[in-house]
């Protein structure tokens, strides 16, 4: 099993910028990308951006040029980086991976894991 805790969300005016953390732990080995996603007050959740082991990335195109998505060194820790803040960014803001392992059996268990969401809201 893969835990997944957010941090750094908030209140931040139009143009402003914030940094999100998502904290991994249990089964860090069997992740093969993180990602964050966003879900705004009546639509679906979309992703926002992506990182892979090799630290291929990828964007919405909503946020191309606003926001990094960047992990630490032992990639247990993704952040993301966003500049340049804009209302429609409001949101609730989800840590998400994509995890793989075998169970004792050898049984092959693909998987998604989700953190609980932080709030960020983009107004003066």
């Known amino acids: 099993q893969v835990q997944l805790r957010e941090s750094g969300g908030g209140l931040v005016q139009p143009g402003g910028s914030l940094r999100l953390s998502c904290a991994a732990s249990g089964r860090t080995s069997s992740i093969n990308s993180m990602s964050w996603f966003r879900q705004a007050y009546g639509r679906e959740r979309e992703l926002v951006a992506d990182?892979?082991?090799?630290?291929?990335?990828k964007y919405a195109d909503s946020v191309k040029g606003r926001f990094t998505i960047s992990r630490d060194n032992a990639g247990d820790t993704v952040y993301l980086q966003m500049t340049t803040l804009k209302s429609e960014d409001t949101a609730i803001y989800y840590c998400s991976a994509d995890v793989l392992y075998w169970t004792d059996d050898g049984t092959p268990v693909a998987m998604r894991a989700w953190g609980q969401g932080t709030q960020v809201t983009v107004s003066a």
């Open positions: 990182i892979t082991k090799s630290d291929n990335t």
